[in-house]
């Protein structure tokens, strides 16, 4: 027996975690004062690719350096949106990461959104 389809619009929330060099740039910077000016941005917008491609998108939720040196958080939202996210953190992510991989857990259709939007969380 196969199971009935999904109503259009079903909400789904996923937990991630991304690992790789997914932290700060990774750029070598020989100026002492371009390397904490780095050092400063990367902590007040460490995820701010990642806040902007769940804008764009269009899911909430959630992200967070972790002391591991890996990116954890929560998405939420129209499943073929959260898909679509799953995607960009597996595949793509900020444009000076190298991203080895993506566990995915928890995911599961929910009523109603946790979230209003999309932030960093510290």
Same mark, same amino acid.
């Given at each position: 027996m196969s199971a009935l389809p999904k109503a259009p619009g079903a909400l789904k929330s996923v937990d991630y975690e991304v690992f790789g060099r997914v932290q700060g740039g990774g750029l070598s910077v020989l100026c002492v004062v371009c390397v904490l000016a780095l050092i400063v941005l990367s902590h007040y917008f460490?995820?701010?690719?990642?806040?902007?491609?769940?804008?764009? !998108? $269009? +899911? +909430? $939720?959630?992200? #967070?350096?972790?002391? %591991?040196?890996?990116?954890?958080? %929560?998405? %939420?939202?129209?499943?073929? #949106?959260?898909?679509?996210?799953?995607?960009? !953190?597996? #595949?793509?992510?900020?444009?000076?990461s190298r991203i080895d991989k993506t566990n995915f857990s928890n995911e599961k259709e929910i009523s109603k959104l946790d979230f209003s939007g999309f932030s960093t969380r510290y």
């Open positions: 460490p995820n701010q690719y990642t806040e902007e491609e769940a804008r764009k !998108l $269009g +899911v +909430v $939720g959630w992200v #967070k350096n972790t002391s %591991q040196g890996t990116v954890t958080g %929560q998405v %939420q939202g129209p499943e073929d #949106k959260v898909n679509a996210m799953k995607s960009w !953190l597996s #595949k793509v992510g900020s444009p000076s």
